[in-house]
């Protein structure tokens, strides 16, 4: 009989050290939630302070150029001064841009893109009006989406990611196209000012209709764009073939 009572009053120490244990756990994974929310918290409120800085306080003579450069220097700060993955989660957060970083530890270096392109997009926009490739009646303008020739994460400074030549109005289905290299613009020839463009789709994209439709279709383009197509044409030589 006291052996019954010994094991009762045993098994009740050792469920109640459990909960003891079980309350101390969850007590820790509360502080540690409260600690990162803070910490995201306080991220948070820099981005907004700097934010409302740079565009809204007393940099009415500096252009979207500049105040990106000023926004993507003060990631840069943060980056090495915070967590990593606290800063991308805040920027993704609030400002829904592309966003790339792989640390320096990584074998490929790969820096920032943090981009604030709205003026880059309406100039191309009100340049172009319409898909470059298809017929009004194959795509619908709200599909309509500004393509850079030369990606963005590959240009050499600030005026090639922003320059409105190095930009086309594709609709979404070309565009992705375009990015995944099933498609490029071959230069065919030049008719004063103008360059004759071709659109070649890649062999894969054969049994597509839009193959059959806009395969080798000539469109006339500057020469400034040329430039970017060249650079585009290079980089993805590889891909291509």
Known sequence: MFLCLYISIFNMLIFKLKIKMFTSYYIIILILILILKMSLEYLKHLFITKYDEIYNVNNNNKTDIELSTELENFIYMLLEDYDKNEVMYIIKELFHIEFKYIDEDEENIQNI?????????????????????????????????????????????????????????????????????????????????????????????????????????????????????????????????
Do not use: P
């Not at 963005?152 to 990015?179: P, Q, R, T, V």
């Not at 360059?195 to 006339?220: A, G, L, Q, T």
């Open 113 to 241: 893109i943090c981009r604030n392109d709205d003026e880059f997009r309406k100039a191309v926009k009100d340049k172009y009006k319409t898909c470059i490739i298809c017929e009004n009646y194959d795509c619908h303008m709200s599909s309509y989406q500004v393509a850079h020739i030369y990606d963005f994460s590959k240009c050499e400074n600030i005026e090639e990611k922003y320059d409105i030549n190095n930009g086309l109005l594709m609709c979404a289905n070309m565009h992705k196209y375009f990015d995944d290299s099933l498609l490029k613009f071959v230069v065919d020839g030049v008719i004063d000012d103008n360059y004759i463009v071709k659109i070649v789709f890649s062999d894969s994209m054969i049994d597509y209709r839009f193959y059959k439709k806009y395969n080798d279709k000539e469109i006339h383009l500057n020469k400034e764009n040329i430039k970017y197509i060249v650079k585009k044409n290079n980089s993805n030589k590889n891909v291509y073939n």
